[in-house]
Nanobody
Framework: AQLVESGGGLVQPGGSLRLSCVASGFTFSFYDMSWYRQAPGKERELVAVVASGGGSTNYADSVKGRFTISRDNARNTVYLQMNSLKPEDTAVYYC???????????WGQGTQVTVSS
């Protein structure tokens, strides 16, 4: 099983980025998918989660109204659209898949997002 993130990079404050995470080796549609982030010297924190069917989402208070999580089960992909980025959004962003049966958890390798002028 594998999760591969992409789309990170350097962006100016107020800018936008779209992260993608492609899954392989497991039944993607069974899994709740989420994005976490970890800034230097800080613990990893949950950013957003989307349920397996895509009908339910939840966000950290710090990103509500700016970030949108979505998924395409036909493409085995979860996205994180990030708008109005702030320097405090700078972190490595990780994709995670979770299925309550087992339970089973998979993590991606992370993609760096840097917000700076």
């Amino acid at each position: 099983a594998q999760l591969v993130e992409s789309g990170g990079g350097l962006v100016q404050p107020g800018g936008s980025l779209r992260l993608s995470c492609v899954a392989s080796g497991f039944t993607f549609s069974f899994y709740d998918m989420s994005w976490y982030r970890q800034a230097p010297g800080k613990e990893r924190e949950l950013v957003a989660v989307v349920a397996s069917g895509g009908g339910s989402t939840n966000y950290a208070d710090s990103v509500k109204g700016r970030f949108t999580i979505s998924r395409d089960n036909a493409r085995n992909t979860v996205y994180l659209q990030m708008n109005s980025l702030k320097p405090e959004d700078t972190a490595v962003y990780y994709c995670k898949g979770y299925w309550y049966v087992g339970p089973r958890t998979y993590w991606g390798q992370g993609t760096q997002v840097t917000v700076s002028s």
